[in-house]
């Protein structure tokens, strides 16, 4: 099976997990445009869906899906989004399509994290996939020389010759180099670092399941909560 292929396949699998009558959280990136595209044939089971990028609207939009503002709507039952990275406990690397606060702005409003993605997103240790981070423009080289000291190459993500302009504003930078062992800790001292908007890893909202495409089928991850979630 191609790459595209398995990711239909897992966008397909993660209807499963919508709840009938509940509003769904939508993530971004290929593997989401395929759950997306799926969602449209159950559409009239759900009132509608609250989205974490500009693209995923439009593409829900494109399909008569209802699209909410987060602030419009309470607790979600399920968050399903893409990962470019996941380690066997479920923490992610996330921000490959530039969406990544957004995205964990509405991975915290869910209950439950669901993970679609093809079985080469599956790693041992966080970092192989460049670190994507959200960072205020003015913060951006003084952001660079922190991760150099950690030893990390962190280099502005450019988008025909300019600096990529997020939905936010912002700007992205992707750090190479890194091997993130323990990720809750380094998403929280990251996320301290002045100018910094959002790290891409996702430990805190990290998936409470990953539904990974393989050649064999859908092979479905449950990870085990932490103490307090």
């Known amino acids: 099976m191609t790459q595209d292929e398995l990711k239909a396949m897992v966008g397909r699998a993660a209807l499963a997990y ?6 769904v959280g939508v993530g971004t990136g290929s593997t989401v445009n395929h759950f997306i595209d ?25 399909h008569g899906i209802a699209v909410f503002h987060c602030n419009a709507v309470g607790e979600l039952a399920v968050y ?4 470019d990275e996941i380690d066997g406990a479920g923490c992610m690397i996330k921000g490959g399509g530039a969406a990544l606060t957004r995205e964990k702005i509405v991975a915290a409003q869910a209950r439950r994290f669901v993970c679609i993605a093809d079985a080469s ?42 600096p990529l302009v997020t939905d936010n504003g912002q700007h992205i930078l992707d750090v190479r180099g890194l091997q993130i062992g323990d ?3 380094f998403e929280s001292a990251v996320n301290q670092w002045p100018g910094v908007v959002t790290v891409g890893v996702f430990a805190h909202q990290r998936a409470s399941v990953c539904l990974l495409g393989t050649a064999d089928g859908v092979q479905t991850l449950r990870f085990t909560p932490r103490a307090g979630e």
């Open 183 to 185: 990720p809750l800790a």
């Open 80 to 83: 399903i989004d893409g990962a």
């Open 121 to 162: 997103k599956r790693v041992e240790v966080l970092g192989r996939f460049p670190l994507p981070v959200e960072v205020v423009p003015m913060a951006a080289q003084r952001i660079v020389r922190q991760f150099a000291a950690q030893g990390g190459q962190a280099t502005l993500r450019l988008k025909d010759g300019a």
């Open 18 to 23: 919508v709840e009938p009558g509940q509003i």
């Open 38 to 62: 799926a969602l449209a044939g159950i559409k009239d089971r759900i009132p509608g869906a609250v989205s974490s990028s500009e693209a995923s609207t439009a593409r829900l939009l494109e």
